[in-house]
């Protein structure tokens, strides 16, 4: 990903820093995990995990904050190095904001869990596990440098969103079936939205791969045509 260096203090810090990134994207996949659990198994102690994590998770982006701008301050990298603490810094921000959206479903399970179950959502679990995967494979793109990988999550996420608009459209029939269903139904339906929204951060730190590894920047609709 970057050349060699002769200052192996300078590699130090470009390593622990990529190593800091993928700590914390281990532990936002690990929220996103514990907070559908809580949802799926009604585990009150499962939502209370997510905000013990999600404490973790804010201090790392603190720390990889603190790593980027002292190795900009300090070491004035150029070319790849200068690409990959840029793109750390913005993917520490899509991260943590992924473990956000984890707590926010911790939240509803804890409120869903005070009422009655409605009937097993089949397509929420089907969009938790998708949006975890787009999750895992953008941070893996970034692991590998694989430009391939990364375009294949930007892809993948118009497929996430159309699961999204029919989990809704199902959600929305079951209030409709029974205005008893209204208050739990639009509960799962900001869980929906908040699983949309983590897909939607992981598309971006997929973009930033690609920035990262070519010096190209695709985050805008109209520059989606990949090479």
Same mark, same amino acid.
């Given at each position: 990903?970057?050349?060699?260096?002769?200052?192996? /203090?300078?590699?130090? &810090?470009?390593?622990?820093?990529?190593?800091?990134?993928?700590?914390?994207? /281990?532990?936002?996949?690990?929220?996103?995990?514990?907070?559908?659990r809580a949802l799926? &198994?009604?585990?009150?102690?499962?939502?209370?995990? +997510?905000?013990?994590?999600?404490?973790?998770?804010?201090?790392?982006?603190?720390?990889?904050?603190?790593?980027?701008?002292?190795? !900009?301050?300090?070491?004035?990298?150029?070319?790849?190095?200068?690409?990959?603490?840029?793109?750390?810094?913005?993917? +520490?921000?899509?991260?943590?904001?992924? /473990?956000?959206?984890? +707590?926010?479903?911790?939240?509803?399970?804890?409120? !869903?869990?005070?009422?009655?179950?409605?009937?097993?959502?089949?397509?929420?679990?089907?969009?938790a596990l998708a949006?975890?995967?787009?999750?895992?494979?953008?941070?893996?793109?970034?692991?590998?440098?694989?430009?391939?990988?990364?375009?294949?999550?930007?892809?993948?996420?118009?497929?996430?969103?159309?699961?999204?608009?029919?989990?809704?459209?199902?959600?929305?029939?079951?209030?409709?079936?029974?205005?008893?269903?209204?208050?739990?139904?639009?509960?799962?339906?900001?869980?929906?939205?908040?699983?949309?929204?983590? /897909?939607?951060?992981?598309?971006? +730190?997929? &973009?930033?791969?690609?920035?990262?590894?070519?010096?190209?920047?695709?985050?805008?609709?109209g520059s989606r045509?990949?090479?």
């Amino acid at each position: 990903m970057s050349p060699r260096h002769t200052d192996k /203090g300078y590699e130090a &810090e470009l390593s622990a820093l990529r190593n800091r990134l993928l700590e914390l994207g /281990g532990k936002v996949e690990t929220e996103i995990a514990l907070g559908m659990r809580a949802l799926a &198994e009604r585990d009150a102690a499962l939502a209370e995990d +997510v905000m013990a994590t999600d404490r973790e998770v804010n201090r790392l982006e603190v720390q990889i904050d603190e790593a980027c701008r002292r190795l !900009l301050a300090l070491r004035q990298p150029a070319a790849s190095d200068l690409r990959f603490i840029t793109t750390a810094l913005k993917i +520490v921000v899509d991260l943590e904001r992924i /473990g956000d959206l984890a +707590v926010n479903i911790a939240e509803r399970a804890i409120d !869903l869990n005070q009422s009655p179950p409605l009937r097993p959502i089949h397509d929420l679990t089907k969009l938790a596990l998708a949006c975890q995967s787009q999750l895992r494979k953008s941070l893996d793109a970034f692991v590998d440098g694989d430009t391939a990988k990364a375009e294949a999550v930007i892809k993948d996420d118009d497929l996430l969103d159309a699961l999204y608009h029919k989990l809704f459209n199902e959600l929305l029939g079951l209030m409709m079936e029974d205005p008893r269903n209204i208050r739990r139904a639009t509960s799962l339906m900001f869980v929906a939205k908040h699983l949309e929204r983590l /897909g939607d951060h992981a598309t971006n +730190v997929a &973009e930033m791969v690609i920035f990262m590894v070519r010096g190209t920047d695709v985050r805008h609709p109209g520059s989606r045509a990949l090479k």
